[in-house]
């Protein structure tokens, strides 16, 4: 089966200095509308979904050279996408850390709802941003993981206590909402949410989260449909693989339940050298394609072929050119080559 494709819309290719190429154009995608016209490239080009990572906060030590911390909230950038796409997923940035899980049960399934079924989200508990919210922030891991399992049980018990079913809008009767049927669990009693959510829907929706570190795969074995994972090469994502299919097990899941997306930088560029990411690190952390896109993918195919992953998420470096090449090139011809 060919690995799902998704396609990061933090604007990597805009790092260093090759935003001033076309300082306009990074000015309107940062803004928003340019993200909006990515995302209809790479449905059009056939991606499965879009990602949006986030930080709740701008660095200040960075964020005067470049435009890869600036730019809208998430979960509303992804439902004006949803409005302008028709088919392709997408994945928001959602904190358990600052937003309620009433908060964000609602939005999400509002989310969902206003986009057809096409919502998932990407779930992490946020080791920055905590003086925008009056939150400290918690240096025991331990802790800062109980306190995301938490949320999203309360979450998940939101979901399932108003599903499809209450809504019934019966003209005979006058019954619209079956009320006999909600339901509240013990994590929203404990917690103190009453519900139930305004809307029906879908009992959990598909969850990414990020990282690599034993608390993040112990929360992604447990709650998580994929992880989006920093793996070098092969021999790393099947170790990642391996690992949470037997967390899986240990929580009661099946071992395929969760697997990598393993991020894969893109740089490409017809006829010429590839230009590579700046050394940040991001080049150690993430299996690496560069060349022209026939290059780029034939690394590419073989990587995944040999990791056997269940999908990647495609970060593009270089520019404007090389954003659009992957989009438009390179995953057209992973798939052929992956058959």
């Known amino acids: 089966m060919t690995p799902l494709a998704g396609l990061s819309l933090s604007p990597t290719w805009l790092r260093g200095d090759a935003w001033r190429d076309a300082p306009e154009r990074a000015r309107e995608y940062v803004a928003g509308a340019g993200a909006v016209a990515v995302a209809r490239r790479a449905e059009d080009a056939g991606w499965d979904y879009l990602l ?3 930080v709740p906060e701008l660095p200040l030590d960075r964020v005067g050279r ?17 409005g302008a796409t028709e088919r392709i997923r997408l994945f928001p940035t ?19 709802a206003l986009s057809g079924g096409r919502a998932g989200w990407n779930a992490v508990w946020s080791l920055a941003g905590h003086g925008n919210f009056g939150v400290e922030l918690d240096g025991d891991a331990q802790a800062r993981l109980a306190a995301a399992h938490a949320a999203l049980e309360v979450l998940h018990e939101l979901w399932a206590g108003f599903d499809d079913a209450a809504l ?8 619209f909402v079956r009320v006999a049927v909600f339901t509240a669990g013990a994590a929203q009693a404990a917690a ?38 920093a793996t070098p090469d092969a021999r790393a994502a099947r170790a990642v693989a391996d690992e949470l299919a037997r967390r899986a097990e240990a929580a009661g899941r099946p071992a395929g339940a969760v697997g990598p997306h393993p991020g894969v930088i893109v740089s490409v560029r017809e006829g010429g050298p590839a230009p590579l990411p700046s050394a940040d690190g991001a080049g150690a952390r993430h299996f690496v394609a560069t ?13 995944l072929h040999d990791a056997g ?8 470096f270089g520019g404007w050119e090389s954003l659009e090449r992957t989009v438009d090139e390179v995953l057209p011809r992973v798939r052929e080559l992956l058959g």
């Open 66 to 82: 470049g435009p890869e911390f600036v730019g809208p909230d998430p979960l509303t950038l992804m439902s004006v996408i949803a």
């Open 309 to 316: 992953v269940p999908g990647f998420i495609a970060l593009p």
């Open 291 to 303: 060349g022209t896109p026939a290059d780029a993918s034939e690394r590419i195919a073989e990587f």
């Open 192 to 229: 103190g949410v009453a519900g139930p959510l305004t809307l029906p829907g879908r009992p959990s929706l598909p969850m990414l989260t990020a990282g690599g570190s034993p608390q993040l795969l112990e929360f992604a074995a447990r709650w998580a449909d994929a992880v989006f994972a």
């Open 52 to 54: 949006k990572p986030d």
């Open 168 to 175: 019934v809008a019966d003209a005979g009767t006058g019954e």
């Open 94 to 112: 959602c904190s358990t850390t600052f937003s309620r899980p009433y908060q964000l049960a609602r939005e999400l399934r509002s989310f969902d």
